[in-house]
């Protein structure tokens, strides 16, 4: 079902009605600023509904420039959610015009491009860092943003993409002795994690096929 010329307003209230049947409903706005229009109108007509954001790259075609870190996370983190099935239930997804014609990774791709280590059980350092390179992430000397990565000694900091914050890995030997994530402005813990599992960065997978 294609909805489109809905006056600005009503075009909420149509959104919500048609998350109410139980599937999942995709808005294309003109713009990033109609698309955070539509974010504030869907609070009132669906507070309760769960509400994806997935922006265009803030650079223009052909640029040398790199997108925002937080805009790459923030895509990267839909499209892994998407692709691993992470999404219970109905959802709203909000996108925009430039967004949706722009190519990404194929489904099969994300869900390969995954690194996941228990508390408690062997992990390859080695390994982990290989795959920080290969999904886009940088190394700094402390994590400040989505796609930072320090290492100091058996102390790992990872920022991977979505807003729920950094995390931090104690290795003792080749054990991953505990994870937990931690606040970027204040260095405190906030949660101990039992599990750790980290997405792509970058749209673009620097792996031996690319």
């Given at each position: 079902?294609?909805?489109?010329?809905?006056?600005?307003?009503?075009?909420?209230a149509l959104i919500a009605r048609e998350l109410a049947r139980g599937k999942p409903v995709i808005h294309i706005a003109r713009d990033d600023r109609r698309m955070a229009a539509m974010r504030a109108a869907l609070e009132f007509f669906a507070p309760a509904?769960?509400?994806?954001?997935?922006?265009?790259?803030?650079?223009?075609p052909y640029d040398r420039v790199s997108p925002a870190p937080s805009v790459m996370a923030a895509r990267m983190a839909v499209l892994t959610a998407l692709a691993h099935g992470a999404i219970k239930g109905p959802f709203i997804l909000l996108t925009t015009l430039s967004a949706a014609m722009q190519r990404v990774p194929a489904r099969e791709a994300l869900?390969?491009?995954?690194?996941?280590a228990s508390v408690g059980s062997r992990m390859d350092e080695g390994a982990l860092r290989a795959f920080l390179a290969r999904m886009g992430f940088a190394q700094a000397p402390t994590v400040t943003?989505?796609?930072?990565?320090?290492?100091?000694?058996?102390?790992?900091?990872?920022y991977p993409p979505g807003d729920a914050g950094p995390i931090r890995l104690d290795m003792f030997g080749d054990v991953l002795d505990g994870a937990r994530r931690f606040d970027a402005e204040t260095q405190r813990s906030i949660e101990r994690l039992d599990h750790v599992e980290l997405a792509p960065m970058s749209?673009?997978?620097?792996?031996?096929?690319?």
């Open positions: 079902l294609i909805l489109s010329g809905a006056p600005e307003g009503m075009d909420a509904a769960v509400v994806l954001e997935f922006p265009a790259w803030d650079t223009t869900r390969d491009a995954s690194f996941s943003e989505p796609g930072d990565f320090a290492v100091r000694g058996g102390i790992i900091d990872i749209e673009v997978i620097l792996d031996e096929a690319a």
